[in-house]
């Protein structure tokens, strides 16, 4: 038989969100255990938890996945801040801009003393020049750092297009990180080396000034150029040879004019002496040797 009009009876929906029989039953007891429950006993509880074997064994992170790590945090701070002005959120964009000034500042200081000087020393004159960009473009990057938390108290557009900016710059910087540096440093690192650096990255982060560096970043930019520039230009005379018509002789510093048989302005440094079209460039076998301490004569044949 049907019940019709006001005799039906009336089932109310289920609230909305509402957990199964068997997860409520076990919410409800988890909730009467955790007010049962002292706050010290907890805390003893967790420690000896931690202090026990671990349940699986997880691979320590690599340098790489630090960084790509910390990249993906910076950019998941930049879309809280401009989803936060887009609804107009000022307490969100502050929160943001603190953020991002801390993440970016820490992030600057341990690639600064990390992962730049790696480059220099295992990548060779790439790597210097890498070194260089990415230190010029940290140097900027701490400016904007220092330019957002300025505009903190103004807000509008000026911090909108401040952080627009911060962003671009970012953006630049990771894509050049990642689209080709650290494959490069992957390629060179065995995986032991890769975590005692992913290790010293973390300390690093955790000992960085947490104020902006700009001076300190630039100057670190300047030395890595210049460092650059000399390996360039050292690797192009060792490979344009000597120059037509001159002789190249290495030998031990001597006191004094030296006068050739000949009535030259040069005497020979003998026939076991090294011999070399240039200078040996920094970092080469010949200059870990010793070759750099002995001079260079130059003499038209």
């Known amino acids: 038989m049907q019940v019709q009009g006001s005799e039906a009876a009336e089932v109310p929906p289920p609230p909305l969100g509402a957990l199964p029989e068997a997860a409520a039953t076990a919410a409800e007891a988890l909730a009467a255990t955790l007010a049962a429950t002292p706050p010290a006993t907890m805390s003893q509880s967790a420690a000896a938890v931690a202090a026990g074997p671990p349940l699986g064994a997880l691979p320590p992170p690599s340098l790489t996945d630090c960084i790509l790590c910390d990249h993906s945090q910076t950019l998941t701070l930049f879309n809280h801040f401009f989803q936060a002005a887009q609804t107009g959120n000022a307490l969100v964009m502050d929160m943001c801009v603190c953020a991002l000034a801390l993440d970016m500042r820490l992030h600057s200081q341990a690639e600064n003393m990390v992962l730049y000087p790696l480059l220099e020393a295992r990548l060779g004159e790439a790597g210097l020049q890498w070194a260089a960009r990415e230190l010029a473009e940290h140097g900027m990057l701490e400016q904007s750092i220092a330019d957002v938390l300025s505009l903190r108290t103004v807000g509008g557009q000026a911090l909108m297009n401040r952080m627009k900016q911060a962003q671009a710059e970012f953006l630049t910087h990771q894509?050049?990180?990642?689209?080709?540096?650290?494959?490069?440093?992957?390629?060179?690192?065995?995986?032991?080396?890769s975590i005692t650096l992913a290790a010293q990255f973390k300390a690093a982060k955790?000992?960085?000034?947490l104020a902006p560096q700009i001076q300190d970043t630039l100057a670190q930019a300047t030395q890595a150029a210049s460092a650059a520039a000399a390996a360039h230009q050292a690797a192009a005379a060792h490979a344009a040879g000597p120059t037509p018509g001159r002789t190249v002789t290495t030998g031990m510093e001597m006191g004094g004019d030296v006068g050739s048989p000949e009535g030259g302005?040069?005497?020979?440094?003998?026939?076991?002496?090294a011999e070399f079209p240039e200078p040996?460039?920094?970092?080469?076998?010949?200059?870990?040797?010793?070759?750099?301490?002995?001079?260079?004569?130059?003499a038209e044949a």
């Open 206 to 209: 955790q000992s960085a000034p």
């Open 280 to 298: 040996p460039p920094a970092g080469s076998k010949a200059a870990e040797a010793g070759v750099t301490g002995a001079f260079v004569m130059e």
């Open 175 to 193: 894509a050049e990180e990642e689209g080709q540096i650290l494959p490069a440093v992957a390629a060179v690192l065995t995986a032991e080396e």
């Open 265 to 273: 302005e040069m005497e020979m440094a003998g026939a076991g002496g």
